[in-house]
Nanobody, 121 residues
Framework: QVQLVESGGGLVQAGGSLRLSCAASGRTFSSHTMGWFRQAPGKEREFVATIYWSGGAPGYSDSVKGRFTISRDNAKNTVYLQMNSLKPEDTAVYYC??????????????WGQGTQVTVSS
């Protein structure tokens, strides 16, 4: 079982930056592929970024590529999402998620409660 707690959300002006953090419980963090998702009001939850347990290039949605960077610190059991050049359309609740151990597919088994990001124009 993995518990995830996001932090770092808030209100920022367009063009600004925020860094989200997601702290994970347990001793197996390094074996989990981690992801960030978001859900805007009235819209379905969408994929934002993923970073694999096994290394290699992270994956991003086209809407954030070049602006957002996902990273992880296995020693701190934490995954980050650095968000630059924020736009009003980035406004959403951002969720951290983890796949099962040693998985690199598209199914996320564990989810955090989410953190609100609001970008004003």
């Amino acid at each position: 079982q993995v518990q995830l707690v996001e932090s770092g959300g808030g209100l920022v002006q367009a063009g600004g930056s925020l860094r989200l953090s997601c702290a994970a419980s347990g001793r197996t963090f390094s074996s989990h592929t981690m992801g960030w998702f978001r859900q805007a009001p009235g819209k379905e939850r969408e994929f934002v970024a993923t970073i694999y347990w096994s290394g290699g290039a992270p994956g991003y949605s086209d809407s954030v590529k070049g602006r957002f960077t996902i990273s992880r610190d296995n020693a701190k059991n934490t995954v980050y999402l650095q968000m630059n050049s924020l736009k009003p359309e980035d406004t959403a609740v951002y969720y951290c998620a983890a796949q099962g151990p040693y998985k690199s597919g598209s199914t996320y088994a564990y989810w955090g409660q989410g953190t609100q990001v609001t970008v004003s124009s």
